[in-house]
């Protein structure tokens, strides 16, 4: 079970014990991503997030907070989304009170030195070389491009060169105070630990409260027709994502749609992985999955394909999403759900995954469902459940297409999706 705590500051902490683990995972989310940012500040977000990590007053460099954390043998890291971002602290549950005094720290102290920022500068532009360089991580950038064109969903998580080298400190350090306050955190800890603990969190994660809730730039999805978008790569293997509008965090249709992700194209016994790779050999890998944000969401699937035979798998990948809308097999639904019982419960075997469990859906619902309750939702959906959403979402003419390979002509790849 799970407690929720809302602090004067409006900070909210959910705590999570687990006391027959050695460890201790602390977790701090915050309700600010790669879409709340200008065009100035595009990949501000990301930005921010590295410098958390370049120093404070009490550990001057990079090397005093990795020092401390490493001594104790912890995993610690951080992300950016579009939604929001997140930094983490796992350690052995007897040195809690270091990570608590290590993560605050470097939260509200950060130095944002003009030096590592210059520095980093040149450390973030190779992050996006090396994601530019590598179709496959860079495959569901180009489908976002074109899904959400015109809104900042549809832009880079960690910005454009220019946009890099041009942030300044003060742009940085101005939409780290917007957003970095009380009333935007989610502190979750779960594993082994005791209420001296969570004293020693109140005491140290003192964020300044705000009054007023930061603008949201809903998306409206305009897609009335298949889209395309081809980045030329002379390469052995063609990379596709195939993606349709679908639902946001809270859409209680999301059950059956992952259900339907899972049949079509979430494991090794999926429809998708044995008529793609298996039946023909088109593809090392084939997969279906969702990609949920607060407002909007997607059904994308993605490949590696033969690039002699792309057409043609793209034609069985449309087959076989069409064929959705008939329904499944009482047998795969029943697999489906056991599957997804059987990941959720091995996820929360780890500490970690407990915390983001629990976070994510505070930061992002406002609600939190316990594994037993969201279990409960997704055995009571039906093959009927499956059918509407298969018929709502898998609209051919609301689909976007990005591919990385040696090709040029869109006109063809159109075609194939009327």
């Known amino acids: 079970m799970y407690q929720k705590t809302i602090w004067p500051n409006k900070v909210r902490l959910i ?22 940012e200008n065009n100035k500040v595009n990949g501000g977000s990301h930005f921010i997030e590295h410098l958390m990590f370049k120093g404070t007053k009490k550990r001057p460099t990079a090397l005093d907070l990795s020092k401390e954390l490493d001594g104790i043998g912890a995993e610690f890291n951080a992300f950016t989304g579009k939604d929001y971002t997140g930094y983490y602290i796992k350690s052995d549950a007897k040195h809690l009170s270091l990570a608590i005094d290590v993560l605050s720290d470097m939260l509200l102290n950060a130095k944002f030195d003009d030096k590592e920022i210059k520095r980093e ?9 090396m ?9 569901n950038d180009l489908l976002e491009q074109i899904m959400y064109a015109g809104h900042q969903l549809g832009k880079s998580i960690a910005g454009t060169r220019e946009t890099v080298k041009k942030m300044s400190r003060s742009d940085l350090i101005s939409y780290r105070n917007k957003f970095y306050n009380g ?12 209420d001296s ?14 009054a007023t809730k930061n603008p949201f730039n809903k998306i409206k999805i305009k897609a009335s027709q ?33 259900l339907l992700s899972v049949v079509l194209g979430g494991n090794m016994s999926s429809r998708l992985f044995l008529q793609i790779r298996e039946r023909n050999g088109l593809a090392y890998f084939v997969r279906s999955f969702l990609s949920v944000y607060e407002d909007t969401g997607a059904l994308i699937i993605q490949s590696g394909l033969d690039k002699s035979r792309v057409e043609s798998a793209i034609a069985m990948i449309i087959a ?33 995954h407990i915390s983001q469990w629990y976070g994510q859906q505070e930061l992002m619902i406002g609600k939190i469902l316990t594994p037993e309750e969201k279990n409960k939702k997704i055995a009571a959906v039906k093959n009927s459940d499956i059918i509407a959403v298969a018929k709502d979402i898998i609209n051919i003419n609301k689909a976007s297409l990005a591919i990385i390979g040696p090709f040029k002509d869109e006109k063809k790849f159109k075609n194939l999706l009327k």
């Open 197 to 210: 603990h969570l004293k020693e969190l109140k005491d140290k994660f003192k964020f300044k409260k705000t």
């Open 121 to 129: 500068r040149g450390v973030i532009i190779e992050e996006i070389n």
């Open 320 to 352: 076989e999403l069409k064929k959705m809308k008939k329904g499944v097999t009482a047998e795969e639904l029943k697999r489906a759900k056991e599957y997804l019982f059987g990941r959720t419960a091995l996820d929360l075997e780890d500490t970690s």
């Open 15 to 36: 705590t999570a014990p687990l006391k027959e683990t050695q460890t201790a995972n602390l977790l701090v989310l915050f309700k600010v991503g790669s879409r709340d």
């Open 131 to 139: 994601y530019e360089d590598n179709p496959m991580m860079y495959i």
């Open 226 to 258: 298949p889209q395309v978008a081809i980045k030329f790569k002379e390469t052995e293997q063609t990379q596709i994502a195939l993606g349709f509008p679908a639902y946001p965090y809270a859409d209680k249709r999301l059950y059956a749609l992952q």
């Open 183 to 194: 009333s935007n955190v989610v502190i979750c800890l779960s594993g082994n630990f005791n």
